[in-house]
């Protein structure tokens, strides 16, 4: 049989991997790849060559000969039979063969460079503002406080899109990010004579190259309403993005006045959102929205630090950043990343419905968001296992308990918004079979899966639930946190990740950077999985405590006996043994102190036991180097999980202690409406 007809759809097959390499992976994969391939080409045509009957006692000849047999089995198909005497295809047919490969590779080349990040230049601004002076007080069209402004703003922008660090947001509230992975901004230059300068160009011009944008500026004082004057307080900037080889813009816009000192984080919101949305490489989350103001207001709130530690001016800090983050995230149609920093500071002041429902739009966008999907989980079981007291209910509050009418808005809107995401995000789906018939909704067989979704919505709709309702309701939101858990868990294998970061690329360095997270996903596969599975077990107790199980304080201690002992951490408890820091991440010793808080009551000997070994637990998990908590206490002393804990005395000692180590004494006393956490604080008499 001729040979052709393995030979060209081998080489249609490798043509096709090779365009795949180049358009999901980056341009040093691809070239990789190429050579690669390339070496075990030369390598089988050489053996082919040696195989062929003659004298080939080379490698250079083996290759020759090979590299003829193919062609001529290639091309020779092509060439009518009265001509292939003198037209037979040899180390012609080969040359041509290599041109033409050739030639597609290096398309595929140009693919995989067009889908790289793209890099972006500030455009200068010359001293006169690119003109001469007028005599009027006017340089280059514009005064010379708007020129100096323009001057002021360009060199600033060229720091503060660095600065767009979007990748690998904090894995708990009041975190602080580790890594930070997308940059917009890769300045590089090479120095050399003019003549490597010249060889190096000519090179250059037979390649493709990177994109490169370039931002150019203009800037008018205003006043508030956007009416230019040049005495205005404020500037009215307008953002020209174009190609800098071929001049062509890409995106011009006309800023919302705004301060001069917060000009340079609009600009790089906005140009940040052009460039990730070219950038292949960009997830979804972290895009932003079409005008750039979730970005900028992501990086005016980083900026906002405070310069006393008291926990007072913390708090203001963070309401300050609540205020940026809030306004953006209203005006922005999917704000990923920036929900999720306004939820970690939601949680932290304890507004844990407002944290919920910008999860869950979330977990409607951006599924695939993965540190999202984990906060989510642990918010609905947190609402789950106090829906008593925290579900919005139309109810007046009782027992002096500041419920969800507190809210600013009516609690109506946080039951309707709550139970239209969790059923849009199709969690309330996972509710079924066994799971659905626990819930002993009255009328509702739940034969079908629309039957069981409406039984369930319409219980969460409710607008004043009986007590056996609302027990009802705390099993439907643990069940849905469990399933969502166990979603996550899936999620996070190494096997999962490696195949989503080849398959998804947007998400492929944020998948990488999880499978980079200690311990090695190669040497210790089931530690990296113990964070969401200690989770799972405090899950399964809480559904069990939701249902009115009567044997939960057995299998409360059983389930704790045994996740210590997974952990290695039974013989630290009991004084055996030593703890060796990163063994286990810190979440999940986090986790397993929440397991043990479950059990906490000062009544019995087993309550403070249990109380005990989650106060040890939660020394070990905040002083893990690898503790992403800027202030430990702080979290420790709103965390719902934790709440058995309060007013036991080994836990305020504990958080009274950590937090003197993370506040500075404020002056005076407590005020009179202090929270318990707030009583903790250092203060220092004035």
Not at 307 to 315: E, G, H, L
Not at 577 to 595: E, T
Request: proline share 6%; glycine share 8%.
């Amino acid at each position: 049989m001729n040979r052709a007809y393995y030979d060209w759809p081998a080489l249609a097959v490798l043509l096709v991997v090779l365009w795949w390499v180049a358009y999901q992976f980056s341009r040093r994969t691809y070239r990789f790849t190429v050579g690669v391939v390339a070496a075990a080409s030369v390598l089988a045509v050489t053996g082919y060559g040696l195989r062929l009957p003659g004298k080939h006692p080379t490698f250079e000849s083996g290759l020759l000969a090979g590299g003829n047999a193919v062609s001529r089995d290639m091309l020779g198909s092509f060439i009518p039979a009265g001509l292939q005497h003198s037209l037979l295809p040899g180390p012609v047919g080969w040359l041509l063969l290599l041109v033409l490969i050739g030639g597609v590779l290096l398309a595929f080349d140009a693919v995989s460079v067009r889908r790289q990040q793209p890099t972006v230049n500030v455009g200068s601004v010359p001293p006169s503002g690119g003109g001469s002076d007028t005599g009027d007080g006017k340089a280059g069209g514009g005064d010379s406080q708007a020129v100096h402004s323009r001057q002021v703003i360009t060199e600033e922008l060229k720091f503060r899109l660095p600065a767009v660090a979007v990748r690998s947001p904090a894995s708990m509230p009041g975190g602080s990010t580790l890594a930070s992975l997308a940059t917009v901004v890769s300045d590089s230059e090479v120095q050399g004579s003019k003549l490597t300068a010249a060889l190096m160009q000519a090179v250059h011009a037979l390649e493709a190259r990177p994109r490169i944008y370039e931002v150019q500026i203009f800037v008018d004082h205003c006043d508030d309403n956007g009416t230019v004057n040049p005495q205005g307080e404020k500037v009215l900037v307008t953002v020209d993005l174009r190609d800098a080889r071929s001049g062509q813009t890409l995106a011009t816009r006309i800023l919302r006045p705004c301060p001069v000192d917060v000009a340079a984080e609009k600009i790089a919101g906005f140009t940040a959102r052009w460039v990730f949305r070219a950038d292949p490489s960009t997830p979804a989350w972290a895009t932003g929205s079409y005008d750039g103001e979730d970005l900028s207001a992501y990086l005016l709130a980083q900026e906002i630090r405070s310069v006393s530690r008291t926990y007072q001016a913390f708090a203001d800090c963070r309401r300050r950043q609540r205020e940026i983050l809030t306004d953006a995230v209203q005006r922005s149609t999917n704000a990923g990343l920036m929900q999720y920093e306004l939820a970690a500071l939601d949680d932290l002041d304890g507004r844990n419905l407002d944290a919920l429902r910008l999860h869950l739009d979330n977990r409607m966008h951006n599924p695939r968001f993965l540190p999202a999907r984990y906060r989510l989980a642990v918010s609905l079981a947190g609402l789950g296992g106090a829906a008593r007291e925290k579900w919005p209910t139309d109810r007046p509050p009782t027992g002096g308990q500041a419920g969800p009418a507190d809210q600013a808005e009516p609690p109506f809107l946080f039951r309707e918004d709550i139970t239209d995401k969790l059923a849009l995000s199709g969690l309330l789906q996972t509710i079924r079979g066994r799971k659905f018939r626990e819930l002993h909704l009255p009328g509702h067989g739940g034969y079908s899966a629309e039957a069981r979704q409406k039984a369930i919505t319409d219980l969460l709709r409710t607008a004043q639930p009986s007590d056996v309702q609302l027990g009802q309701i705390s099993q439907v939101l643990l069940m849905v946190a469990y399933q969502e858990l166990r979603a996550y868990q899936r999620r996070m294998r190494a096997s999962w990740l490696l195949w989503g970061a080849l398959i998804h690329r947007q998400e492929r360095a944020a998948y990488l950077e999880l499978l980079r997270t200690g311990p090695s996903w190669r040497r210790h596969p089931w530690r990296r999985m113990a964070t969401p599975r200690v989770a799972l077990t405090a899950f399964k107790l809480s559904l069990r405590i939701a249902a009115g199980d009567a044997g939960t304080g057995q299998a409360a201690d059983d389930a704790q006996a045994q996740t210590l002992h997974q952990l290695g951490l039974d013989r630290v408890l009991d004084g055996g043994g030593s703890w060796v820091y990163g063994r286990m991440p810190w979440q999940a010793v986090y986790n397993a102190a929440c397991l043990c808080a479950m059990s906490a009551d000062r009544f019995t000997p087993r309550g403070r036991d249990a109380a005990r070994r989650a106060v040890t637990l939660l020394r070990l998990a905040i002083t893990d180097p690898a503790c992403e908590l800027d202030r430990p206490s702080e979290w420790i002393g709103v965390d719902p999980s934790l709440a058995r804990l309060r007013r036991m005395p080994a836990f305020d000692a504990f958080v009274r202690q950590q937090a003197h180590q993370d506040f500075d004494a404020a002056e005076g006393n407590p005020p009179p409406n202090a929270s318990w956490f707030q009583r903790l604080l250092p203060y220092s008499p004035p």
